[in-house]
């Protein structure tokens, strides 16, 4: 595909023809999860109808065909990303998974009593919730960096926050809820100024622009593979190789030792030291099958057609009076939270499912972001490279019923 052709695209997306309430579905609920391309799906079915069978543990000649395409797939997300290794790229259950593989791990290697971590005010729950449980365990702290009016992170405050004390700085590349790019290249600049390592949240970030973790100089990043088009349950913990050798494994079983005996184990190597069990192999050649997908299409084309789209939609949302955008910024990819003055964000949500629009309302699973704009929730449309200018228009035009509706 050379020219970025968006019904091409949506070709390619089943699940989008449907009707939903007797209208043509429009779907802008893309930052919880994406649709998935037929090739995909395919991909899926082919496991089961051919090859499918357990990893890493037959000679036979279906596991030892499962085991390639589940190593093959490491190695096309170490592209998709340019990991230096496929030792570098654990697969996990998702993004929580794989920051709560860090927060135990590392913290069990790394962090003592009086340690800090620093995360940021406007993370999702799953880049808050590790970070404590792991600070009540080692009895550590845990540093907010403060975000602005806009919920751009302050980047004066963030420097004054680091110090020798500060172990581990976690941020996330986007920010969920408002779908603000955080500038994550000084965070780890200045985190690695003072000694600290860097974990980045991707999973708002990977499917719409261009990552890589060497230039970043990033000691982790995760991200998740149902919001990058591949399936449920999959998702990625890339870490530096030296730090991953250093830490224990996150959980034990099969697959993750070189001998076992009552007396003693002996741990593998990497990657599968930290991919304890029968992991979601199906998911991760899904993964794979996904990325194959993205880069078909062009990460640097999905971005441009993206930001466009973002842009045409914050324009258009702002011509209905008494609607407010949350997270204004120039730095912000495929997001839009908002609230209508007056009007309940769940009241919202549920007239434009009436219309066969479905947005995602609530905070987002980002409570602290939303106590900063002294609100409980908003309404959020979020954007994936199969959405078009005239899905917004219908967004728009729901929104002025949903008006003239309630108020
Ligand atoms: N981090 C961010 C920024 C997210 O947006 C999400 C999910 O919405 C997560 C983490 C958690 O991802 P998962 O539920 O796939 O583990």
């Given at each position: 595909m050379n020219m970025f052709d968006v019904e091409k695209i949506r070709e390619q997306f089943p699940l989008l023809t449907q009707k939903v309430n007797g209208k043509n579905l429009v779907y802008l609920d893309n930052g919880a999860t994406v649709q998935k391309p037929l090739r995909v799906i395919e991909k899926i079915k082919e496991i089961y109808t051919e090859y499918n069978s357990n990893i890493h543990r037959g000679v036979h000649y279906l596991s030892n065909k499962t085991t390639e395409?589940?190593?093959n797939a490491r190695e096309t997300v170490r592209n998709f990303i340019n990991a230096n290794s496929t030792e570098e790229i654990i697969f996990t259950k998702g993004t929580t998974d794989a920051i709560n593989l860090v927060a135990f791990s590392f913290g069990e290697k790394y962090i003592k009593k009086g340690d800090e971590i620093l995360i940021a005010e406007t993370e999702h729950h799953s880049n808050i919730v590790p970070w404590q449980m792991m600070c009540e365990r080692k009895g550590a702290k845990i540093k907010v960096i403060p975000a602005d009016n806009n919920g751009e992170l302050i980047l004066s405050e963030y420097k004054k926050l680091l110090n020798k004390r500060t172990k581990l700085v976690a941020?996330?590349?986007?920010a969920n809820s408002l779908g603000i790019i955080n500038p994550i290249e000084d965070i780890i600049y200045e985190a690695r100024k003072t000694g600290a390592k860097t974990l980045i949240d991707g999973a708002q970030?990977?499917?719409?622009?261009s990552v890589d973790v060497q230039k970043l100089d990033c000691d982790f990043y995760a991200f998740s593979g149902h919001k990058t088009y591949a399936e449920t349950g999959i998702g990625i913990l890339y870490g530096k190789k030296e730090l991953l050798n250093e830490m224990p494994p996150y959980q034990g079983g099969g697959d993750m030792i070189k001998s076992v005996s009552f007396e003693k184990t002996e741990y593998t190597d990497l990657?599968?030291?930290f991919e304890a069990?029968?992991?979601?192999?199906?998911?991760?050649?899904?993964l794979g099958e996904a990325i194959n997908f993205i880069n078909s299409v062009g990460i640097e084309k999905i971005e441009k057609y993206e930001t466009e789209l973002l842009k045409y939609a914050e324009e258009k949302l702002s011509l209905i009076n008494g609607l407010t955008i949350y997270g204004k910024s120039k730095n912000k990819t495929s997001a839009v939270s908002f609230l209508l003055k007056g009007i309940h964000f769940y009241d919202t949500g549920m007239i434009l499912d009436k219309l066969g629009i479905a947005v995602r309302t609530g905070a987002h699973c980002a409570e602290p972001t939303m106590k900063n704009f002294g609100i409980s929730g908003t309404v959020r449309a979020s954007f994936a490279m199969y959405n078009t200018k005239e899905e917004i228009d219908k967004l728009y035009e729901g929104l002025l019923k949903?008006?003239?509706?309630l108020l």
């Open positions: 395409a589940y190593e941020v996330a590349q986007v970030a990977v499917q719409h622009k990657p599968l030291k069990g029968t992991s979601n192999y199906v998911g991760a050649i899904s949903v008006k003239n509706m």
